[in-house]
């Protein structure tokens, strides 16, 4: 008999449980009915700028902690300023490669006449009619080749290689790692 009552006891306070917590959400539901949509901190609110200013803030921070740094150079070296004489002979090798430069003619005096030019490292033979960097070769003379290039006749000369600088030219008795331009 004892459990009938007992079982009895735990349903009528699971259902006393059930009608408190009922009044409960719906006293809560009034009171968020009754909040006004006027709000007394309205006037803290952010701003539209300010709120995009915020945002890219935040894009600037997230885009600083994702770059990734690519130094070639040992960044706890003192003298950065002064260039070694790799940096020297890495901007001479550059510049060199960057240059449209005739290098030879071969100029027959039956045959085909072909002439050797250099762009970015590499050589190439050309003969009259092929088209090149600066346009197409219309004739080839002793040291010199006359091209057309949007429609104006053009003469490119033999040139030799720039000279290197005076600080790479002789750097055989110090290692190139630790040698500088002073």
Known sequence: MEEKYLKDLVIALIVILFIVLGVKCNSLYRDIKSVSVE???????????????????????????EFVFTVI???????????TIRDLEKLWRLEVESMVRLEST?????GRKMAAISHKGKTKIYSIG??????????????????I????ENILKLQKLPDKPEAIKND???????????
């Open 39 to 65: 709000s007394k901190y309205e006037k803290l609110a952010l701003s539209e700028d300010l709120f995009r200013q915020i945002q890219n803030i935040e894009q600037s921070i997230q885009d600083r902690k």
């Open 106 to 110: 071969i100029v027959p005096e039956v």
């Open 149 to 152: 290039y949007k429609g104006t």
């Open 130 to 147: 092929d088209d090149f960097f600066y346009g197409k070769i219309t004739n080839i003379h002793q040291g010199k080749i006359v091209y």
């Open 172 to 182: 055989s008795e110090v290692s190139q790692e630790r040698k500088y331009n002073w």
């Open 73 to 83: 150079k040992d960044p706890l070296e003192q003298n950065l300023i002064v260039k």
